[in-house]
């Protein structure tokens, strides 16, 4: 059995998204709809990985600062993560060359 299978990971509910990301319950419908985010559990009711909190709060700091709308976040979201990546492995190698 791999840890991956025998760790439990911690969810939220819809509503629990919804009050610690300081959306509305409707603002993650609208996520989901543009397939935003994704659930972990749909039955019997969505439920997120916990780190679903943060992607929430920062799809919705992208929205008001660069006012990108849910159409084009997916995009912005994936090229955030590609420069997150490129960070860490450029920390990587400058702290193996020290």
């Known amino acids: 059995m791999s840890a991956s299978s ?3 990971e911690r969810t939220v ?3 629990e998204l919804a009050y610690c990301s300081g959306c509305s319950r409707a603002a ?3 996520l989901l ?3 935003l985010l994704e659930p972990v559990q749909s039955d019997p009711e969505p ?3 916990a780190e679903a909190v943060e992607r929430v709060r920062r ?3 992208i929205e008001m600062e660069l006012e ?3 159409p084009a976040m997916g995009l912005v979201l994936e090229l955030l993560q590609r420069i997150d990546r490129l960070e860490r492995r450029l920390h990587e190698r ?3 060359a020290d």
Do not use: C, K, W
């Open 47 to 49: 439920r997120f990985p």
């Open 13 to 15: 509910t819809i509503t």
């Open 33 to 35: 709809e543009h397939d």
């Open 94 to 96: 400058t702290a193996d």
């Open 28 to 30: 993650i419908a609208a």
């Open 68 to 70: 990108v709308g849910y």
């Open 6 to 8: 025998t760790s439990i």
């Open 59 to 61: 799809i919705r700091r």
